[in-house]
Structures are given as C-alpha cells and as structure tokens.
C-alpha cells in the first residue's frame, strides 16, 4: 500500500500486536501480486481491514484493475481478499463501469 498519509492500527491490548487496520489518503494505491495475477486498487481514500479480509476504496474516481479479469470503476469499491469478491457502489451522475476479459 502506498500514499501520502498512512495510519496503522495495532490489534488490541494483549493480542499479538498484529496489524488491525489501515486508513490510508492521498494518491493511494494498493497492489495484490502473485504469479497468476495482478490486482491494482486506487483512490484518494483506503481502508484496510485484516480481520474481514477488506479493502473500502473511496474518492478520486476508486478503479480496481485485475490482470485477469478486467476492470471495474464506482463511487465506492469493496474488495474482500479472502474469497476475491467485489461489491461496487455507482451514484445517478456517476454509475460504476466495468470492463470485462474474456476467458
């Protein structure tokens, strides 16, 4: 994850003192790798959740882009890591896209 401000929140007292969760704003970009595929996540505005297995992008026009699968844009994007699922929030004057590969 990179952007200009980013806030780290640790588990709570007397957990392992894992991460918890992240906020991130500012030119966020968010890149999942392996050697299937690539995803890329960017916003103005990041939260990161570890414990759902979460990633909310908002503001700045969010736009998650899979090698594989193609690309999707929306006012707000929900991405669950765990079980690659993708919840897309549009708005009347600005409805989400996607666009789509074809296998």
Do not use: C
């Not at 991405?79 to 549009?90: P, S």
């Amino acid at each position: 994850m990179k952007s200009i401000e980013l806030r780290s929140f640790l588990s709570e007292a007397g957990a392992d003192n894992s991460l918890d969760k992240a906020y991130a704003d500012g030119k966020v970009e968010i890149v999942q790798s392996s050697p299937a595929r690539t995803r890329t996540g960017t916003s103005e505005h990041a939260e990161y959740f570890v414990n759902e297995d979460k990633v909310i992008l908002r503001g700045g026009g969010p736009l998650l882009v899979d090698s594989v699968k193609g690309n999707t844009r929306g006012v707000e994007l929900t991405y669950f890591t765990g079980d690659d699922r993708l919840l897309v929030n549009g708005a009347p004057e600005k409805p989400a896209t996607s666009r789509l590969r074809k296998k």
